[in-house]
């Protein structure tokens, strides 16, 4: 079965860091992997998907993220941190059952600091 | 593009009572929907799928007499908690997803449930 493993519920940096946040999955198919965005009450915005094209995917706000497979990583990094980069960021893969459905990991709450 | 809403935003209701929660995709059809719950401070749970004009499908351990869901058209879903208690309390994020350059999951801003 397709999972994914966040490491870190939290992670904190400071404005102008540099953001990483890990995300690990285990599918035993080549997998479509996505990173989501949540802000305090309200639904997901995604940021960025892979689906076995490039490796290196950029998403929106300067996010970007790559697929190892030697490792079955999907993180996410950002080179320099805002303010208003601070939310809930969910890994996820797809789960192809005809519906496709999104196993989510736990969640890494990003911290930004001024 | 790719708008889904979900209405209410939140509510309220008493134990026993039943809630409908709508989700809607503004500018697509969607063949398919998912509803999921989300508790304070965790990941987003899926609860089940639907197809329009079929029956949902549901996760193990969601009661479907107790979470009805009805997918009456493309562009609407429904998810009725039925006899809600608090421990129903909870946020529920629909999303929806089309076909062809939209066949991914586009999600709504989702629903705050409290149950008194």
């Known amino acids: 079965a397709q999972s994914v493993t966040q490491l870190g519920s939290h992670v904190s940096v400071s404005e102008g860091a540099l953001v990483l946040l890990r995300c690990n999955y285990s599918s035993s198919v080549p997998p479509y992997l996505f990173w989501y965005v949540q802000y305090p009450n309200q639904g997901l915005q995604l940021l960025l998907k892979?689906?076995?094209?490039?490796?290196l995917v950029k998403g929106i706000n300067d996010f970007e993220a790559e697929f190892k497979k030697s490792e079955t990583s999907f993180h996410l990094t950002k080179p320099s941190a805002h303010m208003s980069d601070a939310a809930e960021y969910f890994c996820?893969?797809?789960?192809?059952?005809?519906?496709?459905?999104?196993?989510f990991g736990t969640g890494t709450r990003l911290l930004v600091s001024p | 593009g790719a708008v889904v809403s979900q209405h209410p935003s939140w509510v309220i209701c008493k134990s026993g009572t039943s809630v409908k929660i709508e989700c809607r995709s503004l500018d697509f059809q969607a063949t398919t929907m998912f509803w999921y719950r989300q508790f304070p401070k965790q990941s987003l749970m899926l609860m089940a799928t639907?197809?329009?004009?079929?029956?949902?499908?549901?996760e193990q351990g969601v009661e479907k007499d107790k979470f009805l869901i009805n997918h009456a058209s493309l562009t609407l879903s429904t998810l009725t908690v039925t006899s809600a208690h608090p421990e129903d309390s909870s946020f529920y994020i629909c999303s929806a997803r089309g076909t062809g350059g939209l066949n991914e999951q586009y999600f709504g801003p989702g629903t705050r449930l409290t149950v008194t």
């Open positions: 639907s197809n329009e004009g079929s029956k949902a499908t549901y």
């Open positions: 996820a893969v797809g789960v192809n059952t005809g519906f496709q459905k999104l196993v």
């Open positions: 892979y689906t076995s094209a490039a490796t």
